[in-house]
């Protein structure tokens, strides 16, 4: 088990002044916080008072020895997904908590991003935050044990997925089996198909998650 405190990239607000938000970004397997801290650089423009911030995953990525992973992966077993998330929870939770109370803010005012891995990341631990956080973006993920989603549920944070419909990596069928899932349990749920699109993000869908960034944040 982890007990270091996760680290990784931060930007601070494009208006310089205090952070009244705060995104998370939560890398894929194999990446580290780098990866994904750019997109803050882009975001900045529509949430300027937001700080951004990259975590680098709390384990060395077993396939990618320069990456990071939050849980093991062998893409054989399924139920892997589930019990990876729940080992990979406390630490990210413990990051979430230092991260907020070093900025001031609350859960209310945070949404949590994440790609592939970090998106499973990111619906596992935000759907069960003790205050959820304000809202949940997953691109090309997919929802581990959604078995266990109604009994576990302690908000219903808005979720926007977005997911490739040639996905190599994460089937693009599985964001649907996602969307339904959270719809069983009363979780807002809108989703964006990027049409042609292998395991990544389409410009449509960074700026439908800005969007949703913004339009979260605004009603927290």
């Excluded at 930007?11 to 002044?17: E, H, R, T």
């Excluded at 205090?18 to 397997?29: R, S």
């Excluded at 959604?146 to 190599?168: I, M, N, S, Y």
Aim: aromatic share 6%; charged share 15%; with cysteine.
């Amino acid at each position: 088990m982890t007990t270091a405190l996760l680290d990784g990239p931060r930007l601070a607000p494009k208006s310089g002044g205090a952070a009244k938000q705060l995104i998370v970004f939560l890398h894929g397997y194999g990446a580290d916080g780098n990866d994904l801290i750019g997109i803050g650089d882009q975001w900045g423009a529509h949430l300027p008072d937001a700080a951004f911030v990259s975590p680098h995953a709390p384990e060395a990525c077993a396939m990618a020895p320069v990456g990071r992973q939050w849980f093991h992966l062998t893409l054989r077993d399924p139920s892997e997904y589930w019990r990876g998330v729940v080992a990979a929870r406390p630490a990210l939770d413990a990051f979430l908590d230092a991260e907020l109370a070093r900025l001031g803010l609350t859960d209310k005012e945070m949404v949590l991003v994440g790609f592939s891995q970090g998106s499973m990341m990111a619906m596992h631990v935000g759907l069960r935050r003790k205050t959820p956080p304000a809202g949940i973006v997953a691109y090309s993920g997919l929802l581990a044990g959604p078995e266990h989603l109604q009994a576990e549920l302690t908000g219903k944070p808005p979720v926007f997925l977005a997911h490739g419909t040639h996905d190599e990596i994460v089937p693009f069928a599985l964001m649907g089996a996602a969307e339904s899932a959270l719809k069983a349990a009363s979780v807002p749920v809108t989703s964006h198909a990027a049409q042609s699109m292998g395991h990544g993000i389409d410009g449509t869908g960074l700026a439908m998650g800005a969007a949703h960034c913004q339009q979260v944040l605004n009603h927290a």
